[in-house]
């Protein structure tokens, strides 16, 4: 007999023995179990429990309060390309390759645009940047396949709720991610693994028919009687659907769509620095005594101050803080880790609500202009890629650490302690001082005296919005998705918005 049963269960025992016991059933009453959802109940330190969404199958009827119904969400079903013309795609990030995925499998044969190499060369071009300091504009943490997803973190949860989450994750797990990721509160597949799972989506994308040109940048368009002639570097591409998955990075890009004019608006983001502690110290401070029977503890954190929030994003549990510019002589911090979250540290971004007041001078691309000065003045402090640092105490009181003391720092380039003032803008300085001992008190630790800031995170969320109706922009042969679109923030965001808008192409059959 099949049941789906919720059950809690301290974490530090064993879950064969408490289906067993809770059940009250004999070991050989038990035929299987299988874990439909884990997540970690850690509100009371001194009982942390498992929570489990559990299907079993028994041999006898049972009687437990806990039997839930489970319905299996519908399959997704891709109908075929109703057009004529061949879609192209510009980027190949994760609403790229979930809108070119699902393209190929209904037959388009997309052709897909990205201005960065394949995973391998990338790999040689990230590293090249973190020991020797030359980048490369086109090919580095955010541009290349899989775009700013694929040297991150690697999360994949969402606060979205929709049925096609279920299919982004099992397409993952279909190209060789671990299917933990299927049943985890907080799904995460890492650096390591991203690199490649990516390219294993590329590959059935091309199978099907797709084309990838890698090193080929989208430059232009001309519009056309009913079509749209698409201008790269690696020759021009007549469409009656371009797809712009640009992520948020690609300022050249907008400033091209400007001069179409393109409909666009700012929006409302967030900036401020990544914060680093011992990840020992997080476990402990989250799991209490459970810590060793648990992987590394991620934290969320927010707290509203009088005039803006403050909060923390993109958490990486045992991870690296990265360079992840695409522009020369500036700095640009954010977060990457491994599948098995091995770092000694924990880092997080430690972001300030920026709002369109602050920073909106008439034109949809100020926010550009405003991160890019923040982005080169944290260059210009130390000139050598050096990021403009300082410990949380010396910060607090308004003074400069010298060097770092129990944790070390894990910023590629070396640290340039300074008044982190002399970068970020006032209020964002006044905002983090008041809400780093706020925060203190959801998560004991989070002001430790040590704890590194490393700025600065200014690339968390697009400064624009390129406007849409029914994923259609102010030209009708453009259509933008993802992070850069604005809709989207994310991994999964922004691969739900890619098969989203193929969905609703393949309506029109
Ligand atoms: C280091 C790091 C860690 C992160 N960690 C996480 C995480 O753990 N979880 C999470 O959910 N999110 C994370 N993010 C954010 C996440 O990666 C992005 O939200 C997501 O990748 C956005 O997807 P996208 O497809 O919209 O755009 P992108 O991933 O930015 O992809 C856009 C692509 O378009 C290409 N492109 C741009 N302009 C052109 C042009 N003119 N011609 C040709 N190609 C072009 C770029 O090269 C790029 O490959 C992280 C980001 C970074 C940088």
Redesign the pocket.
């Given at each position: 007999m099949k049941y789906v049963i919720e059950l809690k269960m301290q974490v530090d025992k064993n879950l064969k023995m408490t289906i067993l016991h809770k059940l009250k059933l004999k070991p050989q009453e038990l035929i299987s179990f299988k874990i439909l959802r884990e997540s970690i109940d850690a509100r009371n330190k001194e009982e942390v429990k498992y929570n489990y969404l559990l299907e079993i199958n028994t041999k006898k009827k049972i009687n437990y309060k806990g039997i839930k119904d489970w319905p299996n969400p519908e399959p997704l079903i891709i109908s075929p390309w109703p057009f004529a013309s061949r879609p192209v795609i510009?980027?190949?990030?994760?609403?790229?390759l979930f809108a070119g995925l699902l393209l190929a499998r209904s037959g388009a044969k997309p052709l897909i645009?990205?201005?960065?190499e394949e995973v391998s060369k990338r790999k040689i071009k990230v590293d090249e940047f973190f020991k020797n300091k030359i980048l490369d504009s086109?090919s580095n943490?955010?541009?290349?396949?899989?775009?700013?997803?694929t040297?991150?973190?690697?999360?994949?949860q969402t606060n979205i709720n929709s049925p096609y989450i279920k299919f982004i994750l099992e397409e993952f797990v279909k190209h060789g991610a671990n299917a933990d990721i299927l049943v985890s509160n907080y799904p995460h597949i890492g650096t390591d693994v991203l690199a490649y799972v990516i390219p294993n989506i590329r590959k059935e994308i091309e199978a099907l028919g797709g084309e990838v040109k890698f090193n080929?940048?989208?430059?232009d368009y001309q519009e056309e009687k009913d079509a749209v002639l698409v201008k790269t570097s690696n020759g021009n591409f007549l469409t009656k659907h371009l797809i712009l998955?640009?992520?948020?990075?690609?300022k050249?890009?907008f400033l091209m769509l400007a001069r179409h004019n393109i409909k666009m608006s700012p929006k409302n983001f967030a900036i401020g620095v990544r914060i680093e502690h011992l990840q020992a110290k997080i476990n402990t401070s989250q799991y209490g005594k459970f810590a060793r029977y648990l992987p590394p503890a991620n934290y969320k954190l927010a707290c509203h101050l009088k005039e803006r929030s403050v909060f923390t994003f993109?958490m990486?549990p045992g991870g690296y803080v990265?360079a992840?510019q695409n522009e020369a002589n500036t700095i640009v911090t954010?977060?990457?880790s491994n599948n098995k979250r091995e770092g000694i540290n924990a880092n997080s971004a430690l972001l300030v609500e920026v709002n369109v007041t602050d920073y909106y001078k008439g034109n949809p691309l100020d926010g550009f202009n405003f991160i890019g000065e923040i982005e080169k003045k944290a260059f210009q402090m130390a000139n050598n890629y050096a990021a403009p640092a300082n410990l949380v105490k010396e910060f607090l009181d308004s003074e400069v650490a010298t060097s770092p003391r129990s944790i070390n720092p894990t910023y590629p380039h070396g640290l340039h302690f300074c008044q982190l003032e002399e970068v970020l803008p006032e209020f964002v300085i006044k905002s983090l001082k008041e809400a780093i001992p706020l925060l203190n008190k959801r998560l004991q630790g989070f002001s430790d005296p040590d704890a590194i800031l490393t700025g600065v995170e200014t690339?968390s969320s697009s400064p624009v919005r390129i406007e849409r109706t029914n994923y259609q922009s102010s030209c009708p042969y453009i259509y933008p998705?993802?992070?850069?679109s604005g809709y989207?923030?994310?991994?999964?965001t922004?691969a739900l918005d890619g098969v989203k808008l193929v969905l609703e192409l393949l309506k029109k059959n």
């Amino acid at each position: 007999m099949k049941y789906v049963i919720e059950l809690k269960m301290q974490v530090d025992k064993n879950l064969k023995m408490t289906i067993l016991h809770k059940l009250k059933l004999k070991p050989q009453e038990l035929i299987s179990f299988k874990i439909l959802r884990e997540s970690i109940d850690a509100r009371n330190k001194e009982e942390v429990k498992y929570n489990y969404l559990l299907e079993i199958n028994t041999k006898k009827k049972i009687n437990y309060k806990g039997i839930k119904d489970w319905p299996n969400p519908e399959p997704l079903i891709i109908s075929p390309w109703p057009f004529a013309s061949r879609p192209v795609i510009v980027g190949l990030g994760p609403a790229g390759l979930f809108a070119g995925l699902l393209l190929a499998r209904s037959g388009a044969k997309p052709l897909i645009i990205e201005r960065g190499e394949e995973v391998s060369k990338r790999k040689i071009k990230v590293d090249e940047f973190f020991k020797n300091k030359i980048l490369d504009s086109n090919s580095n943490v955010v541009f290349g396949e899989g775009g700013a997803g694929t040297f991150s973190d690697g999360k994949l949860q969402t606060n979205i709720n929709s049925p096609y989450i279920k299919f982004i994750l099992e397409e993952f797990v279909k190209h060789g991610a671990n299917a933990d990721i299927l049943v985890s509160n907080y799904p995460h597949i890492g650096t390591d693994v991203l690199a490649y799972v990516i390219p294993n989506i590329r590959k059935e994308i091309e199978a099907l028919g797709g084309e990838v040109k890698f090193n080929t940048t989208f430059l232009d368009y001309q519009e056309e009687k009913d079509a749209v002639l698409v201008k790269t570097s690696n020759g021009n591409f007549l469409t009656k659907h371009l797809i712009l998955a640009l992520g948020h990075s690609a300022k050249d890009t907008f400033l091209m769509l400007a001069r179409h004019n393109i409909k666009m608006s700012p929006k409302n983001f967030a900036i401020g620095v990544r914060i680093e502690h011992l990840q020992a110290k997080i476990n402990t401070s989250q799991y209490g005594k459970f810590a060793r029977y648990l992987p590394p503890a991620n934290y969320k954190l927010a707290c509203h101050l009088k005039e803006r929030s403050v909060f923390t994003f993109c958490m990486c549990p045992g991870g690296y803080v990265v360079a992840s510019q695409n522009e020369a002589n500036t700095i640009v911090t954010n977060g990457m880790s491994n599948n098995k979250r091995e770092g000694i540290n924990a880092n997080s971004a430690l972001l300030v609500e920026v709002n369109v007041t602050d920073y909106y001078k008439g034109n949809p691309l100020d926010g550009f202009n405003f991160i890019g000065e923040i982005e080169k003045k944290a260059f210009q402090m130390a000139n050598n890629y050096a990021a403009p640092a300082n410990l949380v105490k010396e910060f607090l009181d308004s003074e400069v650490a010298t060097s770092p003391r129990s944790i070390n720092p894990t910023y590629p380039h070396g640290l340039h302690f300074c008044q982190l003032e002399e970068v970020l803008p006032e209020f964002v300085i006044k905002s983090l001082k008041e809400a780093i001992p706020l925060l203190n008190k959801r998560l004991q630790g989070f002001s430790d005296p040590d704890a590194i800031l490393t700025g600065v995170e200014t690339r968390s969320s697009s400064p624009v919005r390129i406007e849409r109706t029914n994923y259609q922009s102010s030209c009708p042969y453009i259509y933008p998705i993802g992070e850069g679109s604005g809709y989207a923030g994310g991994i999964t965001t922004s691969a739900l918005d890619g098969v989203k808008l193929v969905l609703e192409l393949l309506k029109k059959n």
